[in-house]
């Protein structure tokens, strides 16, 4: 059964605290992402990684961190530094640059509140 | 079709009618074009994608249709039924330093009234 697992579905945390988001792909992209999702708006690219051991920054990257230490994993961490960390966050992967651009497939979220 | 807020565009149809969602994109040098489906507290679902040297393509009960002149994007659902009730996002990758990247637009929300 291939696809993307985000753990956990719901989180708890309290303000100051980091806290790391976990995503998890058996479908052997070589692309991941983070995005960050707001009450009625729209996707917003926090981080992406096209290969393993490399990533860049999105557009709102500031008070995150990412590690691409795995070919299926990419987790991302909330830190104390991001101003408003209430949301829900995303992962997706694609097959990357070697298939060219293409489709990018959603794991079903982690809703990260913070109180 | 969908603009920058926190108040997303509505489209309320009847089952079985046809539904048409509307995207307008500013980057007149992105390449590739695709729709998701989105359910409460769910993840996106891919529906159908498009290349710039395309301008219509079709799938199982949707078109999208490409207007490269305008920055224009549609999507087409033929016999809207209760399950396609949902938030519909277009997204654009603009190829280039942008290789991989998708910008997402704001989203529309489908309500189908049986």
């Known amino acids: 059964d291939g696809g993307i697992t985000q753990s956990p579905k719901y989180l708890f945390r309290k303000e100051g605290q980091n806290v790391t988001l976990s995503c998890e792909q058996n479908l052997n992209h070589d692309a991941m992402y983070w995005y960050r999702q707001d009450p009625g708006q729209g996707l917003r690219l926090i981080y992406y990684s096209q290969i393993v051991n490399d990533f860049q920054k999105g557009d709102i990257a500031e008070g995150y961190s990412v590690s691409r230490e795995k070919k299926e994993s990419f987790p991302l961490t909330v830190t104390s530094a991001q101003k408003n960390p209430t949301a829900f966050y995303l992962c997706a992967s694609s097959k990357g640059r070697l298939a060219g651009v293409n489709e990018q497939y959603f794991g079903p979220g982690t809703r990260l509140t913070v109180t | 079709g969908e603009s920058v807020g926190l108040h997303l565009p509505t489209l309320s149809v009847q089952e079985g009618d046809n539904s048409i969602i509307n995207c307008a994109y500013s980057n007149s040098a992105s390449d590739y074009f695709i729709w998701y489906k989105q359910e409460s507290g769910k993840g996106p679902q891919f529906i159908i994608d498009?290349?710039?040297?395309?301008d219509k393509r079709q799938g199982q009960r949707v078109t999208v249709l490409l207007n490269k002149t305008v920055k224009h994007l549609s999507l087409q659902i033929a016999a809207t039924q209760p399950g396609d009730s949902a938030v519909y996002f277009c997204?654009?990758?603009?190829?280039?330093?942008?290789?991989?990247?998708?910008?997402f637009g704001q989203g529309t929300i489908l309500t189908v009234h049986p």
């Open positions: 997204a654009e990758n603009a190829g280039g330093t942008s290789y991989g990247k998708l910008t």
């Open positions: 498009i290349r710039s040297n395309m």
